[in-house]
Every structure is written in C-alpha cells, then in structure tokens.
C-alpha cells in the first residue's frame, strides 16, 4: 500500500517536471501547475482580476498625437502614419467602462 503511494508520487512529481520541460518553463512552475490544479478544484481562490470602474469622460477630449513637430515628421516618412493618431480628433466616452486590475492576482500568485 505505501509503496503504491510512493509510486503514485513520484510518477505526479516526474508528470510535473515533464510538463515544465514540454513547455520551457523553469522547474519552480511545477508548484504553479499545482495551485493551478488547486483552483480548478475549488480548493484555493481563482486568481481573477478585480474590475475597476472607469468612470465616464466629462465632455470631450482631444485623441491622437498633438505634437506638431512630431506630426510634421511622421508626415514625411508616410509609411509610419498609421502607427500614429494623425490626424487627431475629438472623442467622448459616454457610459462608463471598466478595467481589470491585476494587482490582485499578483497577490494571489506570489502566496
């Protein structure tokens, strides 16, 4: 019986370095892969990103790049302005939005 145990644990162990080997990943994530596997099973808290509300904008606003000397360069090299917000213009947010914050996974993470 303990050595049925052992057995299993040490092929869970070898499952675990192998799956750090198959994806490059160095052999600490081996503890990773394991709260991973704790989270699915609801044993430990999912590490999901709390939602931050954005509120919305009051008015309008300018968008894009509004340096003109900036602009005047871009300009002469057209191949690049479509990396850029040229022309600029005017935008508004009407509701509001949200966005994740990952600080908290972070902390889940580094437990």
Do not use: H
């Amino acid at each position: 019986m303990q050595a049925g145990l052992l057995v299993g644990l040490v092929i869970y162990v070898a499952e675990s370095y192998l799956w750090t080997l198959n994806n490059a990943l160095p052999p600490g994530y081996m503890l990773m892969q394991q709260k991973f596997r704790l989270m699915t099973l609801g044993w430990l808290p999912a590490s999901l990103p709390e939602m931050v509300e954005i509120p919305a904008s009051n008015g309008e606003f300018q968008m894009g790049i509004l340096d003109e000397d900036f602009v005047g360069i871009v300009k002469n090299q057209p191949e690049f302005i479509k990396n850029f917000g040229i022309p600029s213009t005017t935008a508004s947010i009407e509701p509001p939005g949200q966005i994740a914050d990952f600080s908290s996974v972070l902390r889940i993470q580094d437990l």
